[in-house]
């Protein structure tokens, strides 16, 4: 029954193509089918549509076992052009010698490529996935390659994946520029363990930061709230009644040190929508700060107590 109203739709839509008036061709007319179309070669008005009424194949496994993908690799450098008979992409004609010269250059290009330069490739490609995912700014992106290449440069990538060492670029590019995240999100957006992270962020903070002479910036409370609030879509009053919430409990004796900045922005952010009838629920607040409810708990009843 669905072919049949295949076969009706594709008939009905081929009869209203044809209904319009058939354009005049030359008095010599070349009818080649081309792209779905048959045009003439010698005056280009276009004849007809041709519309395929075979059915769709799917391939099955043995096929697919001995299937080769012949589509080329296209990489971010050296050239990308792939000329098919002896003209470029705008139907010009190519000389036997400027033919023979961009093949030689071409070759002379892919032998010139080592590992350094693959290793690269592949990272940038990485990089623009994660900038579309997590709408990173283009500066992050640029300070995250530059920390990148000088780990590659310094064979650090060998016996650790090029997703590891990208992520905890990423993270020390992050915290240089001041813009908090949550390491569950990278962890998750390169699809690595938090063991891999560590160990990557391990053996860059050891031997890649005395290189570079950068100051981290360890992010506190205040820094968290400004990324919840929004995800969260409180009004700007509850952002500022949270940050004066915080600074108050330090001035009575909150501990801050030693204990994780995403559990007492959330309890702050929780308090102050409670008390300015915003809610959101304890489970709500924590999957997006990324804690446990028992962490808010204990952050909330510390709060309490001091204010």
């Avoid at 669905?2 to 044809?18: D, G, S, V």
């Avoid at 190519?94 to 093949?103: C, E, F, V």
């Avoid at 700007?236 to 501990?255: P, Q, T």
Wanted: net charge positive; proline share 4%.
């Amino acid at each position: 029954m669905i072919k049949i109203i295949q076969l009706i739709t594709r008939n009905n839509y081929n009869r209203a193509f044809l209904k319009k008036e058939e354009p005049k061709c030359c008095s010599n007319p070349n009818i080649i089918s081309s792209n779905g179309y048959e045009v003439c070669t010698n005056c280009g008005i276009i004849q007809s549509r041709i519309i395929s009424n075979k059915p769709d194949r799917k391939m099955y496994f043995g096929e697919k076992k001995n299937f080769i993908n012949f589509e080329p690799v296209r990489s971010p450098f050296g050239p990308r052009t792939i000329i098919k008979g002896n003209s470029d992409g705008k139907g010009n004609f190519l000389t036997p010698i400027a033919l023979r010269n961009y093949k030689r250059l071409s070759k002379i290009n892919r032998g010139l490529v080592n590992g350094l330069e693959r290793n690269l490739w592949i990272a940038i490609s990485k990089l623009d996935q994660i900038k579309t995912h997590l709408n990173l700014p283009k500066y992050i992106i640029e300070s995250t390659f530059r920390i990148y290449i000088i780990a590659a440069k310094a064979k650090l990538t060998k016996g650790r994946t090029i997703n590891g060492i990208l992520c905890a670029s990423l993270y020390f590019a992050l915290k240089r520029h001041k813009i908090p995240i949550i390491i569950g999100e990278l962890v998750s957006a390169f699809q690595i363990s938090k063991k891999m992270f560590v160990s990557c962020y391990n053996i860059l903070f050891a031997k890649i930061l005395p290189v570079l002479n950068i100051r981290l910036h360890n992010f506190t409370p205040q820094d968290y709230i400004d990324k919840f609030y929004d995800e969260l879509d409180l009004s700007l009053n509850s952002r500022n009644n949270a940050i004066k919430i915080i600074k108050e409990s330090k001035m009575k004796g909150l501990v801050t040190s030693g204990r994780d900045p995403k559990g007492i922005a959330a309890a702050s952010l929780y308090y102050v929508s409670k008390k300015n009838g915003e809610f959101r629920t304890q489970k709500h607040i924590c999957k997006i700060a990324n804690i446990s409810e028992i962490t808010l708990r204990t952050r909330l009843k510390e709060i309490n107590s001091l204010i």
